[in-house]
């Protein structure tokens, strides 16, 4: 079914016939701004399809106009059958007809059920449209009335492709199957599937665990007891065989026997040793009388032989003492000729030193006097220094410049005072010359005189002229003090005058030239002094008045002679020493030679004197008597080594014997206490059944391994069955959600790629989203993505519809109100999606965002043609 | 010239069947005990009431080399309260020589005069005309025949020769353990009583097992039983007599079932209609049954069990037949039906264990108790 044209007429604000006509298939979109009647169009057409003409409730008076009226809705649809217009009155003469082509088809209670035919087809129920309304996000919103009939339109579709929900999962059957299971299961289990404390599973497992433990105890503690058996055994049959009487015996014989052999063994070993022990006298006996027989003979050679060197010795000890004796004669003489070569040595010394001196004594008188005469110019010189030396007074150049200077400076004051003093200038008539006079001085004319301070000059004749110069003119202080100066200074060198001064220091000059000069002088003659002089002229002997001194010459060569004769006689007296001391060497050797061999005589002697009276014949005899005592003894103890037991033997057999009894005794004080022991250990063991409780423990085991094992199949039965039904259950709900899943599944991935549904067994519808593997309750998410989610819903509904030959409208009422613009953008490409076999209507206020959605675009406007009433 | 005698074996006295379930307020296992333990006076009450003056342990009186003071005395005085018995004790494997050694020892010490302790493979006087040949087992597993002896062991002139010994005559280990069934022959014996075999067995004319006076296995079949042994002299041919002594019926039986038959009725019919307070009972199930067939089994058994002593019921033998009906009573359809087909597959799977198998078959058959039981 398409719807084509709707028209209103009395409902609510539509008093004049308004519709909407050209519905065509795919999206329409009808765009108005609120208030303009969309939901007017939206109800009427609800009404028209669900309230009967004949009805009078709210909803359907609520369609009324203000003014009030009969509300009348025409729809026209097109069906596989052809055009039909349906057409319903309510309140004033209701109708309902069915129209088409202008024919009537079905009036009143037969439009009314042409028209629920239309809406559920062959399946029943009204779920011919698809209705979203304004802000419904609520997949379940509305009345309880229209909330069962979604249900079972619902139902009703999803059995005409499927089966009954209740069929597919088994329903509450299956639930209480799965609750009884998992209740028989919790006994055991916990809900890991491991054993759960205090259950039948881990008091059984625990059961088999302590029973092993026992089991392995007892079977531990039965094999201590079967080894205590087997050791007791073991214990008892050794010590049977260590006490048996005839064992006790043969090992105590065989003790004695070993002992008694060991003792005659050892005996017989003393007795060789004595025998040894005679052996070794017999040889020391023969060995000193051989010895005694070989020194005698010894000592009697050697007697011979001393005595013989003795004689030899004398003879060469007098030869040297002979030699001795000449030569010492040689030598005194050798002596004699030294001393006298010596004596004529000293004389030629004494002779040549006198003629020396004679000469020298002669060369010495010529330098004497120049000497002297050297010394008396010194003598002469020096004074001369010394008189110049003392005359050397008067001023020296510099004291005689400073003088100098003094005067000038005195010379120059005097001269500043006249200049400034009052002068008088006396010019004589002639013959007056010096007729004026200061004092006693005649004042000299025609040149100027300074009267510095008030002077009375007579004036022969005249009388007095006192001048007196200005008070405040000069003063003459300064010359003064050069005078003083001046003065002082002459004194100094005591010089009357400047004149004086200088003839002073000329006689100076004078006296420094001449002691120059006396000193150049005794330089040259006595350079190092007159002393010095002196001393040379002192070394200078005297010349002796000897007349009778030899020639130097003949002097030296005497004792040059005497020296020669004096060299010889000292190398031959020295010669003569030398074999003087050798002979004397020689002697003494020869003496000590001699005095040697006489002790070795006097030893050998000495020796055969102690022999007393033996004879060497006697010796002889008595040293062949103890070789064959000796002899004899060898034989005697090697017979006696011969016939020996052996010792060793006899020891180890003896030591074998006592260990084995030593052994036995051992083994028997052992084996008493350990069989004591064993007795005990054994008797408490059997005494406490052990091996009674270890078959006990043993059955005990196998009941509760058999027991475990069939709580462990129960178990595992359980499991299987829970799993079982868990499977089935899941694997039914998918097969049963799968063409509506399949439908809503490309709608969905449009706006979430991976997302997915699951869905509920009781409302069939969405209860849960699944993105990313997050299960989000679908009344927990936003508003936006509920609606998102009812719209895309209602659409592969309606796809599910059409896919089954039943198209149905799908008229959404602003659906998407909390939705945004970019999805809504999605949101179109679903609808127009689903447009291409489906038929949507939509009605909004957004103009603006559903400008963009495209398809059909309706317009509410009044039509004139109203429906065939 | 003639000798009578009762030959017994295996009494194992102090067996404590532990392995025998008992519920929190029953006390099977202290029945099982005493009754082992009354096996003495009943063979001496059929010694007395036969005239026979002896009787032959021939091995295991008791069940463990170290039994606990009690059990010892208490068995050895309920022997010597037999005054005109005289009993002679063989050690078998379970008291063999070496590992009950002090056992053996306390007997020989304490025992009263008329238990006789065959410790060593010496010929015995029986008093009169017999002679007895005992073969003491001397390890609990040995590697030789222990009647070899017997060929070289010597008795007077014109006796009896009565030999006494413990062992099997099939070799099961091939071990060379075992007694040559025609020891008799080669030994010169006028009868062999033979021990260690729990069920009654005639080896030949002269070779016998007694099997145990009272039984503690599933596996004979019937009450235990002593042998009345009557020589008339030497080369006669002895006269043995079975006498029942046990008080226990130790039986295993089989219950064959087929599909569609009702198991419950099956088993029924094989309960035995008395007695059952001093019966031992294994009830093998085998063939196929199908599941509500099973379901009616388990609660028949479940229904007789506490009649018995002890009630075993065996199902391992039992296929499960799966029948479409069973599977449609489960759901016709859906996730049940869905998990009921996913098991009946694991079931029959025959890629999988057996152990798998059994899994799955179990968890087929829990749901279906369920879903049952949930309709009820």
Known sequence: ?869 | MSVRFIHASDLHIGRKFANIPQPQDGNIRGRLMEARHGAIGRLAATARARAAAHVLLAGDSFDTATPSPVVIRQALAAMGEARDVTWWLLPGNHDNLREAEPLWEEIARDAPGNVVALTDAEPREMGGSAVLLPCPVAFRSGASDPTEPLVTMASGEGMLRIGLAHGGVTDFTDSGASIAPDRDRSAGLDYLALGDWHGRMAVSDRVHYSGTPEQDRFKHGRRGACLCVAIDGPGALPQVEEVETGIFLWSETELPLHPRQDAAAALDAILPGAGRRDVLLRVAATGWAGLPDQVDLHSAAERHAPEFAHFELVTEGLGTHYEAADLDEIDRGGALRLAANALVTEAEAATLSEAERQVAADALARLYAYVREAAK
Not at chain 1, 180 to 195: D, F, G, Q, V
Not at chain 1, 308 to 321: H, L
Not at chain 1, 697 to 708: I, P, S
């Open chain 1, 1 to 869: 079914m398409k719807i084509r044209a709707i028209t209103l007429d009395n409902v609510r604000r539509f008093t004049e016939a308004t519709g909407v006509e050209e519905i065509a298939d795919g999206l329409n979109v009808l765009c108005e701004p609120n208030e303009h009647g969309k939901s007017t169009l939206f109800d009427a057409l609800q009404a028209l399809f669900f309230k009967p003409h004949g009805s009078r409730d709210k909803e359907v008076a609520s369609l009324r106009p203000h003014a009030g009226g009969a509300p009348e809705v025409s729809v026209e649809v097109e069906t596989e059958e052809g055009r039909f217009t349906l057409a319903k009155r309510w309140f004033q003469k209701p109708f309902a007809t069915v129209h088409r082509g202008g024919a009537l088809v079905a009036q009143s209670d037969e439009a009314e059920a042409w028209i629920g035919r239309l809406l559920g087809g062959d399946a029943g129920g009204p779920s011919g449209l698809i209705w979203v309304r304004q802000g419904m996000t609520d997949l379940t919103a509305g009345t309880k009335k229209e909330q069962d009939a979604a249900l079972e339109a619902r139902r009703d579709l999803m059995t005409s492709v499927g089966a009954e929900v209740e069929a597919m999962t088994g329903g509450r059957r299956m639930d209480a199957a799965l609750a009884r299971c998992r209740e028989e299961l919790a006994i055991y289990a916990t809900s890991t599937r491991r054993p759960k404390a205090n259950g039948p599973w881990k008091e059984a497992q625990d059961r088999v665990e302590e029973l092993t433990a026992r089991h392995d105890t007892l079977a531990a503690t039965a094999q201590e007891l079967h080894e205590a058996l087997a050791e007791r055994k073991r214990a008892r049959r050794d010590l049977r065989d260590l006490e048996a009487p005839e064992a006790a015996e043969a090992r105590r014989a065989r003790l004695d026997a070993a002992r008694k052999a060991h003792a005659a063994a050892e005996r017989h070993a003393e007795e060789l040793e004595a025998e040894a022990r005679k052996v070794e006298m017999a040889r020391l006996t023969a060995d000193g009388a051989r010895s005694r027989l070989d020194s005698f003979r010894d000592t009697l050679t050697e007697r011979a032989d001393a005595a013989r060197r003795v004689a030899e010795g004398e003879v060469a000890s007098n030869v040297a003492r002979d030699r001795l004796e000449t030569q010492r004669a040689v030598r005194d003489e050798a002596d004699r000729a030294h001393q006298a070569a010596e004596t004529a040595l000293k004389e030629a010394e004494r002779n040549r030193n006198l003629a020396l001196r004679a000469k020298a004594a002669r060369d010495g008188a010529d330098r004497r006097k120049e000497l002297a005469d050297r010394i008396e110019q010194a003598e002469k010189a020096r004074s001369a220094m010394e008189k110049a030396a003392a005359a050397r007074t008067g001023p020296d150049a510099e004291t005689l410049r400073r003088i100098e200077a003094l005067a000038a400076a005195h010379a120059t004051a005097v001269a500043t005072r006249d200049a400034t003093a009052t002068q008088v200038i006396a010019r004589y008539v002639e013959g007056r010359e010096g007729a004026i006079r200061d004092g006693e001085t005649p004042l000299p004319g025609g040149r100027p005189v300074p009267l510095p301070r008030a002077t009375r000059l007579t004036i022969e004749g005249v009388g007095e002229l006192e001048v007196r110069p200005g008070e405040a003119g000069h003063d003459d202080r300064s010359v003064e003090a050069a005078a003083g100066k001046l003065r002082k200074a002459l004194d100094d060198i005591g010089a009357e005058d400047l004149e004086a001064a200088r003839g002073a220091a000329v006689a100076r000059a004078e006296a420094a030239r001449r002691h120059g000069e006396a000193s150049a002088v005794l330089a040259s003659l006595a350079p190092d002094g007159i002393d010095a002089l002196r001393e040379a002229l002192a070394a200078i002997p005297e010349s002796e008045a000897e007349a009778d001194a030899p020639d130097p010459e003949e002097a030296e060569a005497t004792l040059g002679r005497a020296r020669a004769a004096h060299d010889a006689a000292r190398l031959a007296r020295e010669t003569a020493i030398e074999r003087l001391s050798d002979l004397r060497d020689a002697a003494s050797g020869a003496e000590a030679t001699l005095a040697s061999l006489r002790d070795r005589l006097q030893r050998a002697e000495g020796v055969l004197a102690r022999s007393g009276d033996l004879s060497e014949d006697e010796l002889a005899t008595e040293a062949g008597q103890a070789a064959a005592a000796y002899d004899k003894a060898r034989a005697t103890h090697a017979e006696k080594a011969r016939t020996a037991p052996d010792l060793a033997g006899a020891q180890a057999a003896l030591t074998r014997a006592e260990s084995v009894e030593r052994q036995a005794r051992d083994e028997i004080a052992r084996l008493k206490p350990l069989l004591a022991r064993l007795d005990e250990r054994i008797a408490r063991s059997s005494g406490e059944a052990v091996e009674e409780r270890l078959a006990e423990t043993g059955q005990e085991l196998m009941a509760a391994r058999a027991a475990l094992a069939r709580i462990e199949h129960e178990v595992a039965v359980l499991t299987r069955l829970e799993t079982a039904l868990g499977t089935a259950r899941n694997e039914a709900r998918e097969r049963y959600f799968e063409p509506i899943a399949r439908e809503l599944k490309p709608l969905l991935h449009l706006l979430w790629p991976d997302a997915d549904l699951t869905w509920g067994e009781e409302s069939l519808l969405p209860d849960k989203l699944v993105r990313n593997g997050q299960h989000e309750p679908i009344d927990i998410l936003s508003g936006g993505t509920q609606e998102q989610i009812a719209l895309l819903v209602r659409l592969a509904f309606a796809r599910m519809l059409a896919a089954s030959g039943r198209v149905a409208p799908v008229i959404l009422d602003d659906a998407l109100v909390f939705t945004d613009d970019d999805r809504i953008e999605r949101m179109f490409d679903a609808l127009h999606r689903q447009a291409g076999d489906l038929q949507i209507i939509v009605l909004t206020c957004r103009q603006r965002a559903f400008r963009e959605l495209g398809g059909q675009a309706l317009r509410l406007k009044p039509v004139t043609v109203p429906a065939a009433g």
